[in-house]
């Protein structure tokens, strides 16, 4: 069975700031996917970014971006130049042939002014 | 594109009474749906995968005659908490398989907060 971890709980940032959050996960399959959504106070779910394990170039997303080490199984979120709109819980996932995902914990990022 | 609605968003309820939450793809077919539920600050907990026109696939630990799923069509998946007691309360959650290149992908609802008193 597939896990994913976040070992940081929380974690602030000044406005403007570069942040990192962690993600590692366990699996033995060899095509699969990882995410990261966030989770605003609002509480909808909102896809940032996908990666898809096959591909070895780093996905990024304006401001976000990934790094992606298959073989330390390891799916890091870079936030550059943070806003106070990504204040939010992040969460990474891991997904495999469309079935379901697996969440890690989740991270309560807090960006200050 | 790709966007997933839930209704109602907010339910209050008496115990003993059925809840029906709605969750619907609007701009493409979902073949699959997903119902989670989500306790405050922690993660998502999956309950069951919604496949449409066959049974629902229940986690274990999931009491399929209290949450009943029904898939009837490619937009619409359906949530039914059964004689609904306080210890229901919670913050439901669908998501719909991306079609395409997206498939991996699932789309979220905006999420159903029910509160049973």
């Known amino acids: 069975a597939q896990t994913v971890t976040q070992s940081q709980p929380e974690m602030s940032v000044q406005e403007a700031e570069t942040v990192t959050l962690s993600c590692t996960y366990d699996t033995s399959e060899n095509n699969y996917y990882l995410f990261w959504y966030k989770q605003p106070p609002s509480r909808q779910m909102i896809l940032v970014i996908r990666q898809e394990a096959y591909k070895q170039q780093n996905a990024t997303e304006n401001r976000f971006s990934v790094n992606f080490q298959k073989a330390a199984k390891s799916f890091s979120l870079k936030i550059s130049d943070s806003q106070l709109g990504d204040t939010a819980m992040y969460f990474c996932a891991f997904g495999l042939d469309g079935n379901k995902l697996v969440f890690g914990a989740g991270t309560i990022l807090r960006v200050k002014s | 594109g790709a966007v997933v609605s839930q209704h109602p968003s907010w339910v209050i309820c008496k115990s003993g009474t059925s809840v029906k939450i709605e969750c619907r793809s609007l701009d493409f077919q979902a073949t699959t749906m997903f119902w989670y539920r989500q306790f405050p600050k922690q993660s998502l907990m999956l309950m069951a995968t919604s496949n449409e026109g066959s049974k629902a696939t229940y986690e274990q630990g999931v009491e399929k005659d209290k949450f009943l799923i029904n898939h009837a069509s490619l937009t619409l998946s359906t949530l039914t908490v059964t004689s609904a007691h306080p210890e229901d309360s919670s913050f439901y959650i669908c998501?719909?398989?991306?079609?395409?290149?997206?498939?991996?992908?699932?789309?979220f609802g905006p999420g159903t907060r029910l509160l049973v008193l």
């Open positions: 998501s719909a398989r991306g079609t395409g290149g997206n498939q991996e992908t699932q789309y």
